[in-house]
């Protein structure tokens, strides 16, 4: 029997958050973390890299990413 728990806030930093590594596979698996609602509501994702990137450029990356690297799977709309 699994059990699932919703771990503590914390920060996380991604160091490389436009990078391969963080496009296909950090990204995703943040992703499905929290659909399953397994990322506490407090958590912050902070995401570092060289390039200075606004918010609303740095989603179109991520969902770009997301729609790439995941499997073929509704990327909601609220992201």
């Known amino acids: ?37 397994q990322i506490h509501p407090d958590t912050r994702i902070i995401g570092v890299g060289r390039a200075d990137w606004d918010k609303e450029a740095y989603t179109h990356v991520v969902r770009e990413a997301l729609e790439t690297f995941m499997k073929k799977e509704k990327i909601d709309e609220g992201l």
């Not at 919703?6 to 950090?26: E, S």
């Open 1 to 37: 029997m699994a059990v699932t728990q919703t771990a503590q806030a914390c920060d996380l930093v991604i160091f490389g958050a436009k990078g391969d590594l963080a496009r296909r596979k950090l990204l995703p698996s943040l992703y499905q973390l929290e659909k399953a609602g």
